[in-house]
């Protein structure tokens, strides 16, 4: 691992020029890389849960500091087996991610046996000549003296840049992974004001916050059926107030009735839980409504997908 401490010496040139540069997160599913994200950035942008392919977008985050520059990461749907046209599209995302970009975070759980999962990933990286930075998160959960023996299971693996210990979830090792990734960093100006945090539409931040309630509260396989449309959004003329219309896609009928609950009491769960964090994000009221639609195997669905936001092009 590089001396962090050297590094604020490298971050600039003499004449003072910053680096702006692309971050790719990549791993399996639910190995934390949207925490670390939001994490990072210091704000709420990328959904979390502990259920896996919680995230299905590319999302990109601005990280600015002005004295060193800016660094944009992409936050990636984790690589897994596909088992639909939506899983193939979020794998597809994942993988392309690696190209073009400066440096690659390659988030894994501790531990010393390198699954199916980690191997699929190793061979893609091994394709590529950008440097990867190797993450061991969550180590909160597990004892210190044993991080030292993960870390040399995965470094006769793959030749490494770096390989950096943190708990993304308790902050733990973090502010020395930004100061790591500038130094891997190209000279430029920032891509971004210094008050942007993310590209995604606020349609899209909207959409993703109502799924990620609704991934809190449902039954395991329900979530996996599900996208999230905003039909309207707009704010009310001459009030602080956003008025939001919103229809949770599911793929039976059996499902509908689930995520209505009974007398239409997980529906509202989900929009009020949702509610707070939009009103959060806007800074004003917000008057949203929710209805629940059946659209059968839209998973399998190229035109669905793309009316849901999957689009083959992102």
Not at 290 to 308: A, C, G, I, Q
Request: aromatic share 6%; glycine share 6%.
């Amino acid at each position: 691992m590089s001396d962090v401490m050297d590094l604020q010496d490298l971050l600039k040139e003499p004449n003072g020029q910053i680096k702006t540069g692309f971050a790719s997160l990549i791993g399996r599913p639910n190995v934390g890389k949207s925490t670390l994200m939001n994490c990072l950035i210091g704000e709420k942008i990328a959904i979390t849960s502990k259920k896996p392919q919680t995230t299905r977008h590319r999302i990109r985050t601005i990280y600015t500091d002005t004295s060193k520059g800016q660094i944009i990461f992409v936050d990636t749907p984790g690589i897994h087996k596909a088992k639909n046209k939506l899983g193939e599209y979020m794998v597809s995302v994942a993988e392309r991610s690696i190209r073009d970009v400066d440096v690659i975070l390659w988030l894994v759980e501790p531990s010393g046996f390198i699954g199916a999962g980690e191997r699929h990933i190793i061979e893609q990286l091994k394709k590529v000549q950008t440097p990867v930075i190797l993450i061991i998160n969550k180590t909160d959960t597990v004892k210190k003296d044993e991080i030292l023996r993960f870390i040399d299971t995965y470094r006769s693996t793959l030749d490494f840049a770096e390989v950096v210990p943190i708990s993304a979830l308790k902050g733990e090792n973090t502010d020395c992974l930004t100061d790591l990734i500038f130094s891997y960093l190209p000279y430029g100006d920032m891509l971004y004001d210094e008050d942007e945090l993310t590209d995604q539409p606020e349609k899209q931040l909207v959409a993703e916050f109502i799924r990620e309630k609704a991934l809190h509260v449902l039954d395991e396989e329900i979530p996996h059926g599900i996208a999230v449309s905003i039909e309207r959004m707009k704010k009310r003329k001459g009030q602080n107030l956003t008025d939001i219309d919103a229809t949770i896609i599911c793929e039976r009928e059996s499902h509908k009735g689930i995520i209505i609950g009974k007398g239409g009491s997980m529906l509202k769960k989900i929009g009020t839980n949702a509610r707070f964090e939009i009103e959060k994000m806007l800074q004003m009221p917000v008057n949203l409504k929710l209805w629940v639609k059946v659209k059968k195997d839209w998973r399998e669905s190229d035109f669905l997908m793309k009316n849901f936001g999957y689009s083959a092009d992102e």
